[in-house]
């Protein structure tokens, strides 16, 4: 599976811990950026290349984002066709992200998680199948309604 992953400096040396991680597991993982620690660079621009790339191909692809709160990262992917980006703070929201709402980009807040949470959240979002059943894939055949009626 190829990973895309992004962050901006609030959530840079997480990208880094997790890219270390996901490389040890066997993921394929590109990195969009920044490739440095700049204090000075804006979460909307990696969030829109990573989102745009999950977009092209959201059923074999997944991605990452990090920044202070989650909560920018987040709103900028959702803009995207077929991105279901979900913020997560623990290992339970990341079980149903996947579970029940066919996430495919992982919105984390560096704020407010440590490695080893952030670590344990990706691991099971990974391991997490959707789900399948009726009520779950009604829910995401909706959202694809509203994503064409634009």
Known sequence: MLIYIGADHKGFDL???????????GYEVNDVGNDHFDEEDDYPDFAARVAEKI??????????????????????????????????FNSEQAYSARHDDDANVLSLPADFVSREEAVKILDI??????????????????????????
Do not use: M, Y
């Open 125 to 150: 979002w990974l391991q997490t199948p959707f789900s399948e059943k009726g009520n779950h894939k009604k829910r995401i055949e909706k959202i694809r309604d509203i994503e064409s009626n634009k």
């Open 15 to 25: 990208k880094e811990a997790l890219k270390e991680n996901l490389g040890s597991l």
């Open 55 to 88: 977009s092209e191909e959201p059923f074999s692809r997944k991605g990452i984002l990090i920044c202070g709160s989650g909560i920018g990262v987040d709103i900028v992917a959702n803009k995207f066709d077929r991105v279901r980006s979900s913020l997560v």
